[in-house]
């Protein structure tokens, strides 16, 4: 029981430290000369890509699969998914105990979209679990990759999730820390402003 209700108070304070970041107004995002290096890791990672297998608007994600406001970035996301982005989730897993559980069991899924879209649609936000089960062995191969993932997010600036990476129009590299606005995704899509319903995100309008 203790170790159920600190590993909910360990995630509760993370969510609560990046919606604090999330919760900013919009603000512009720098492009810094360092980013160049890490951009080129990025690309190289292994992730999980939404939408058309080729697009001209792609962003990256840094995520936990228990992360709520990665939960949020995921649904504010759909529409954008349908005109055109491409999205590659980034993961890593800090949140909790069963993070890099969940991590393998989307990264190791006959379908990891699928497997994504599950962990999302049924997320349990009054215990901050992701919807998918984590798998019961996580290899040694898999653990250093998320830790270098954690450590990829980090250097780029980020405490924690979810944490955004794209190019803009000009080619710039953009960084952007927690759930963003949903007055900021036409820039950080580079797509038309798409309509969103979501009763959850209304407060991120």
């Not at 810094?32 to 080729?54: M, N, Q, S």
Request: aromatic share 8%.
């Amino acid at each position: 029981m203790k170790r159920t209700m600190l590993a909910a108070l360990l995630a509760v304070t993370a969510c609560l430290g990046t919606a604090a970041i999330g919760a900013q107004p919009p603000q512009i995002y720098s492009s810094k000369a360092e980013y160049d290096p890490l951009f080129e890791k990025l690309v190289h990672t292994d992730v999980i890509v939404e939408g058309p297998a080729r697009s001209t608007h792609v962003l990256y994600v840094f995520f936990d699969a228990n992360c709520y406001y990665c939960n949020l970035t995921w649904k504010a996301l759909r529409p954008y998914l349908k005109a055109g982005l491409q999205v590659r989730w980034v993961p890593v897993a800090y949140q909790q105990a069963s993070s890099a559980g969940r991590a393998a069991a989307i990264l190791e899924a006959r379908d990891r979209v699928a497997a994504l879209r599950a962990n999302e649609t049924k997320y349990n936000a009054a215990h901050y679990d992701g919807g998918i089960a984590p798998q019961a062995r996580v290899s040694a191969k898999l653990s250093a990759s998320l830790a270098d993932n954690t450590k990829l997010m980090q250097t780029f600036g980020a405490p924690g999730t979810p944490a955004l990476v794209w190019k803009d129009q000009q080619g710039s590299i953009r960084f952007k820390v927690g759930m963003p606005r949903l007055s900021e995704l036409p820039a950080i899509t580079g797509l038309a402003e798409q309509k969103i319903t979501e009763r959850e995100l209304r407060e991120y309008r």
